[in-house]
Structure formats: C-alpha cells, structure tokens
C-alpha cells in the first residue's frame, strides 16, 4: 500500500470515527434534556414556556457540536491539505 493509499485510508477512517462519535454524543444529550423538560413540565405546568425556550435553545447548542463534528468530517473527505501534496508527489 503506498502513502497515498494510507492517507486516504486514514482520512475516511477519522472522518467516520469523527461522524459516529460527534452524532451518538449529541444524541444522547438531546434525549437526556427532552426526557428532563418533560419531567419539569410534568411537574410545573405553569413554567411550560420558560422551560421550552431554554430547551430549545439547549437543544440548538448541542446540535453545533453535531453540525462541527459533520463539517471536520467533510473536510478529512474533500478537502484534507494532504491531498495536494500527494497528489504532487505521485503525478510527479
């Protein structure tokens, strides 16, 4: 297997790992929060539009961290700096 080979088998290999961890951590967070303003609704009816605001807006920062985690992906696929430089190497 040459360097080119072991960069990209290294690029898809990050970009997965990256993927899967940066959307299972967000996934777990939102049921978490979902699951405790249900709970607090449950219990305090009358707060049910403070508690859904500060859910929304709890659910839209953890949902970054997802969106960050697809973008660094992207990146190691289409647009890693070690491309070029291979690619530079091998064409000659």
Do not use: H
């Not at 049921?31 to 807006?57: H, K, M, W, Y």
């Not at 920062?61 to 990146?75: D, G, H, N, Q």
């Amino acid at each position: 297997m040459d360097n080119l080979a072991l960069v990209a088998v290294a690029s898809i290999i990050s970009a997965g790992i990256c993927i899967g961890i940066g959307a299972i951590g967000p996934a777990l967070g939102e049921g978490r929060a979902l699951a405790q303003a249900l709970a607090s609704i449950a219990q305090q009816p009358d707060e049910t539009n403070t508690i859904t605001r500060t859910l929304f807006v709890g659910l839209a920062m953890v949902e970054s961290t997802a969106i960050y985690c697809f973008v660094v992906s992207m990146i190691l696929i289409f647009a890693n700096p070690f491309w070029k430089y291979f690619l530079t190497k091998v064409g000659g």
